[in-house]
């Protein structure tokens, strides 16, 4: 059960794109389509933004995008705003029936 | 749609603790659900995941042994109960819901993510 990797940071400009990567193994990420993306502000509960690899929920922007090629997921954020500064986690479902999140990583919105 | 942590404590090392997370809103009988933690200034760690008839509990390696997960569909309540707390399990206690693409009376056909989260309790394992 060891961790999914994420990069620490990333930033980006009002309006650009920032892409966030998410780097597993072939037990969880390469060996699953349960991969999924949280959005937490400080202080906050983290809120679902992807699932599924790609999919997004009722009412999250589609300007956070989701995709996965073998051990690796990303997650894109496209048009960004101020608000979309927070951490952000990757998530896979695992062996034996359990879960592993990455580190987070923190986005800056310059 | 609303879960709300509680049990939340200072307790000494090698004690024990009970958390619990009360549903409203859903159909809680019908879903899976997740504890997750988070350190102060760390990352989310999921926990454990019980299955909506209280069968299926399984835990991260890290609490396999000293952490038990529960629920009572009756009261909407799903609990944590923890022993042997050691000063690394420190941390705000999430409970979270397991998204479903679908749902019957009494049962989901889960998505493996988390759409639902509670506020958190605050656990301190310290002398």
């Known amino acids: 059960q060891s961790a999914l990797t994420q990069p620490p940071s990333a930033s980006g400009s009002p309006g650009q794109s920032v892409t966030i990567s998410c780097t597993g193994a072939?037990?969880?990420?390469?060996?699953?389509?349960?991969v999924s993306w949280y959005q937490q502000h400080p202080g906050k509960a983290p809120k679902l933004i992807i699932y599924?690899?790609?999919k997004r929920p009722s009412g999250v922007s589609d300007r956070f995008s989701g995709s996965k090629s073998g051990n690796a997921a990303s997650l894109t954020v496209s048009g960004l705003q101020t608000e979309d500064e927070a951490e952000y986690y990757c998530?896979?479902?695992?062996?034996?029936?359990?879960?592993?999140f990455g580190g987070g990583t923190k986005l800056t919105v310059l | 749609v609303h879960l709300v942590e509680s049990g939340g404590a200072l307790v000494q090392p090698g004690g024990s603790l009970r958390l619990s997370c009360e549903a409203s809103?859903?159909?809680?009988?019908?879903?899976?659900m997740h504890w997750v933690r988070q350190a102060p200034g760390k990352g989310l760690v999921w926990v454990s995941r019980?299955?909506?008839?209280?069968?299926?509990?399984s835990y991260a390696d890290s609490v396999k042994g000293r952490f038990t997960i529960s629920r009572d569909n009756a009261k909407n309540t799903l609990y944590l109960q923890m022993n042997s707390l050691r000063v690394e399990d420190s941390a705000v206690y999430f409970c979270?819901?397991?998204?479903?693409?679908?749902?019957?009376?009494?049962?989901?056909?889960?998505?493996?993510?988390?759409?639902?989260w509670g506020r958190g309790t605050l656990v301190t394992v310290s002398s």
């Open positions: 979270a819901r397991d998204l479903a693409l679908y749902c019957t009376p009494t049962s989901c056909y889960q998505l493996l993510a988390f759409d639902i």
């Open positions: 809103g859903f159909t809680f009988g019908s879903y899976w």
């Open positions: 019980i299955k909506n008839d209280g069968s299926g509990a």
């Open positions: 072939s037990s969880d990420i390469g060996g699953s389509n349960y």
């Open positions: 599924e690899v790609s």
């Open positions: 998530n896979s479902f695992s062996g034996s029936n359990t879960w592993v």
